[in-house]
Structure formats: structure tokens, C-alpha cells
């Protein structure tokens, strides 16, 4: 079983440009959530989709956008990059029903992206 | 934004020894789950945890749920080199509402087995 594929895994991009990641979830798997991390914050949540629908979101600005096709794919946005964006952007996937194991959730390798 | 408390932030170990590590919170979370990251690497699930008081295996790796809800431990028996690498706890909320696809992550154990 294919796991959690992102891409691209590495991206330079200027301040001020914008950036689309993609991520492939766990086939069968509903829920497609993003992380930030970075040395100094660590793994921040950004948000998270299930069937399409944006269920929760994290302390992050405007700035950062998600969207969910049919097929559970996701994307993530980020517009007018600035330097601290820069960071490891992970997805992570799950069934995204409650209760047990329905949220164990799976991570990409992750998209390495540098603002210069 | 919150972060369990997990320590210690680093070990430097001689293979064969065995290895703990802990978070705490002062939330409850529903799930507790150990993941390991090498560098480059995204995290890879190593044990979760759904129930308090739940004790799980995993080869070399032992984990536990607190009874309270808000902490738990990770153990390695008997390290060996490739046990080298970043472990994180994380904790999952209430299923449902504001604790929906979101994981709270620790700040990270640096784990380095010196042969």
C-alpha cells in the first residue's frame, strides 16, 4: 500500500511569490491535515480536510490556504512569502472517523521550501 | 501555539542501553501516539496509544498511556545504532470540533547510540 506522497520535496522561492504543495493522501484515507515545522516553533498544526470540507484550522495567517478535491488530494497555498516560511511543510493523512485509530494519521516525507 | 512538555531534549547513549522518554500535557487527549523522524525524513508512526492505562509493544519499543489522560512514555530496550533519530510525542484531543485532523507535538527527544 502506497503511503503519503508530497511534492514537490524541494522549492525556492523568493518573498513575495506565492506556492502551491500537493499531497497525496493513504488510499482510502479522508483526511488530509498540514504541518509547519520549524527548528524554533517545532510541528505546528495548519489545518485539515475531510471530504473536501475544511473541519479545523490552526493559529495561522490568511496567508496559508488548503483545498481538497474528490479523490482526497490536497493542496496547500501559501501567498506573499516571507522568510520565516520557510520551513518542512508535512501532510499527514488518516481515515478521519472518530474514535479508535480512525485519526492515527501518517505523514509524507514532507516539502523542504527556503524563501530567499 | 501549545506543545506537550517532553523530555529530555536529548540523549547520547552507548548501544545496549535502554532509553525513556516522556510528555506531559495539561489538556487531555483522547490518543497519544510516538513518532521517530530522521533528518529529511517526514515522522514515522511508531506506537499509538487510544485507552489510559494502555501499555503497547512494538519490538524494542514499549509505550504507555497515563491513567490521567495526560501523559505518557516511550522506551527502547537495548539501543542499537539505527535507534538514531528524532523521537516526538504527540497527543490527539476529544474526537470531534476543534480537535479534528490536529496534532499536538512535543518539542522532540535527539536521539544519538554511539557504537
Known amino acids: 500500500k502506497a503511503g503519503v506522497t508530497q511534492t514537490p520535496r524541494y522549492l525556492i522561492k523568493t518573498r513575495g511569490q506565492q506556492v502551491t504543495l500537493s499531497c497525496s493522501p493513504i488510499s482510502g484515507h479522508r483526511s488530509v491535515s498540514w504541518y509547519q515545522q520549524t527548528p524554533g516553533q517545532g510541528l505546528q498544526f495548519l489545518f485539515e480536510y475531510f471530504s473536501e470540507t475544511q473541519r479545523n484550522k490552526g493559529n495561522f495567517p490568511g496567508r496559508f490556504s488548503g483545498r481538497q478535491f474528490s479523490n482526497s488530494r490536497s493542496e496547500m497555498n501559501v501567498s506573499t512569502l516571507e522568510l520565516g516560511d520557510s520551513a518542512l511543510y508535512l501532510c499527514?493523512?488518516?481515515?478521519?472517523?472518530?474514535?479508535?485509530?480512525?485519526?492515527?494519521?501518517?505523514f509524507g516525507p514532507g516539502t523542504r521550501l527556503l524563501v530567499l | 501555539g501549545q506543545q506537550l512538555n517532553q523530555s529530555p531534549q536529548s540523549m547520547f547513549i552507548q548501544e545496549g542501553e535502554d532509553v525513556s522518554m516522556n510528555c506531559t500535557s495539561s489538556s487531555i487527549f483522547n490518543t497519544w501516539l510516538w513518532y521517530k523522524q530522521e533528518p529529511g525524513e517526514g515522522p514515522v508512526l511508531l506506537i499509538a496509544l487510544y485507552k489510559a492505562g494502555e501499555l503497547t509493544s512494538n519490538g524494542r519499543l514499549t509505550a504507555q498511556f497515563g491513567i490521567t489522560r495526560k501523559d505518557s512514555f516511550l522506551n527502547i530496550s537495548a539501543s542499537i545504532p539505527s535507534d538514531v533519530g528524532i523521537y516526538f510525542c504527540a497527543g490527539q484531543g476529544i474526537a470531534g470540533g476543534t480537535s479534528y485532523g490536529k496534532l499536538t507535538f512535543g518539542q522532540g527527544t535527539i536521539l544519538t547510540v554511539h557504537p
Open positions: 499527514a493523512s488518516s481515515w478521519g472517523t472518530s474514535g479508535r485509530a480512525g485519526e492515527t494519521q501518517y
